[in-house]
């Protein structure tokens, strides 16, 4: 079972950047694909970014491309995404969360780990 420890949550004025950072212990099996989630008001959780071998590919959900920076240390443990230019709408609470191979994508139902989320608060 993969453990994470989610942090970067906050509040943040709109137009500004948050970094989200997730520290997670697993092998590689289980850690092959990586997210970030978030459940925003009443809506469903969604998928807002993927990374996937290694780092080597990442994808973004549309309300966030042009918007973030995802980042992963394999030898840390240590995913980042950064997204800038938030907007209250991006107001929520943001989970980590694993899969093992292959498919990688924002389908939130394909994931088999998760952390307990951050939250993150944007001001208008």
């Known amino acids: 079972q993969v453990q994470f420890v989610e942090s970067g949550g906050g509040s943040v004025q709109a137009g500004g950047s948050l970094t989200l950072s997730c520290a997670y212990s697993?092998?590689?099996?289980?850690?092959?694909?990586m997210g970030w989630f978030r459940k925003v008001s009443d809506k469903e959780r969604e998928g807002v970014a993927v990374i996937w071998d290694e780092g080597r590919n990442t994808e973004g959900a549309d309300f966030v491309k042009e918007r973030y920076t995802f980042s992963w240390d394999i030898v840390k443990h240590t995913l980042n995404l950064r997204i800038r230019n938030v907007k209250p709408e991006d107001t929520g609470l943001y989970y980590c969360a694993a899969k093992g191979r292959w498919y990688c994508g924002l389908d939130q139902s394909q994931f088999d780990s998760w952390g307990r989320g951050t939250q993150v608060t944007v001001s208008s």
């Open positions: 697993g092998d590689p099996e289980t850690t092959y694909c």
